[in-house]
């Protein structure tokens, strides 16, 4: 009975002891696993950020360089801290730092943010930033940041389509649906969403700019009669004076293409010049007839 006692105590203290080196040995090396409600601490001081997968094998054998990083930054007082992204569980991060492929590290530095593309094992890790040699590496653009707006739009979309996935798995293993039936229900619903977007679109541009309308002006009804009369009567007037000037105009137009192709002038003319060739002839003939008179007969 005293043997079991003593076995179950010693049991307990070794237990109680590899929790606490456990939780000592993780506060040591300040590897910290990361997500979407933290992965903001890793804006203030100096990280190395690893996005890996359960399922990739290349990760599986980055592990213990990994690790190894940690303990290593912690024997030379170096101020880094490690943390790692899981993208099957944080699939908006995956798409907030653009990773494309597995194992992904990135150095941030007070918030700047570097890919790492050296060796991957923990010597040339540490002395990637223990000789500064991150200083030799073009940061992420300001555009591309993980902290920007554009790419936090990115994430969200990411959290979407991720979303939408678990749904069509669900629609097609739990509820045993075809894929054609799982993507005509998306089709549906696409369909009914952007109509009720473009309704509430419509409505809020309403609001903001709302249809123009004309001031009503209220009269007496012996003014509204007395106005009637003397718009019609003088409105009958107007018109008939426009259409008596558009006559005028029409007659006067038509009178003077007439005159100027007219054939009448024409023939005038050619008559003229005619007239005129003809005196003309005879003026040259009378002029031969004067000096042939002198001359006498023999």
Excluded at 30 to 44: A, F, P, Q, V, Y
Excluded at 125 to 133: A, D, I, L
Excluded at 134 to 140: H, I, K
Excluded at 179 to 205: D, E, K, R
Aim: charge should be negative; include cysteine; aromatic fraction near 8%.
């Amino acid at each position: 009975m005293a043997y079991s006692c003593t076995a179950q105590k010693f049991l307990q203290k070794s237990f109680y002891l590899t929790v606490l080196l456990c939780c000592l040995t993780n506060v040591a090396s300040g590897n910290r696993e990361l997500g979407e409600e933290n992965w903001k601490d890793i804006l203030e001081g100096e990280w190395m950020v690893e996005f890996y997968a359960p399922w990739c094998p290349a990760c599986n054998a980055l592990a213990p360089a990994w690790r190894e990083l940690s303990s290593q930054a912690a024997r030379k007082s170096l101020k880094l801290k490690t943390g790692a992204i899981d993208v099957t569980q944080s699939p908006g991060l995956s798409g907030r730092f653009v990773v494309t492929a597995l194992p992904t590290i990135f150095h941030v530095k007070n918030g700047e943010f570097r890919q790492y593309k050296g060796p991957r094992d923990a010597a040339s890790m540490v002395s990637f930033v223990e000789e500064r040699r991150w200083q030799q590496v073009e940061p992420v653009p300001s555009w591309k940041a993980p902290d920007s707006i554009q790419m936090t739009l990115v994430a969200e979309f990411f959290k979407l389509s991720q979303a939408l996935r678990s749904v069509h798995n669900t629609l097609m293993e739990t509820y045993g649906l075809p894929t054609w039936g799982s993507y005509l229900i998306f089709a549906i619903v696409t369909i009914f969403v952007g109509a009720l977007l473009g309704l509430i679109l419509v409505c809020v541009i309403d609001l903001l700019y709302p249809p123009k309308t004309m001031d009503k002006v209220l009269v007496s009804k012996a003014e509204a009669d007395q106005l009637t009369k003397g718009d019609i009567s003088q409105a009958d007037e107007k018109i008939q004076e426009l259409l008596n000037e558009d006559i005028v105009d029409d007659a006067d137009t038509a009178d003077s293409d007439a005159e100027k192709n007219s054939p009448s002038d024409t023939s005038e003319d050619e008559k003229q010049k005619v007239a005129e060739s003809g005196d003309n002839v005879e003026k040259e003939k009378t002029g031969e007839l004067r000096k042939r008179r002198p001359r006498k007969a023999d």
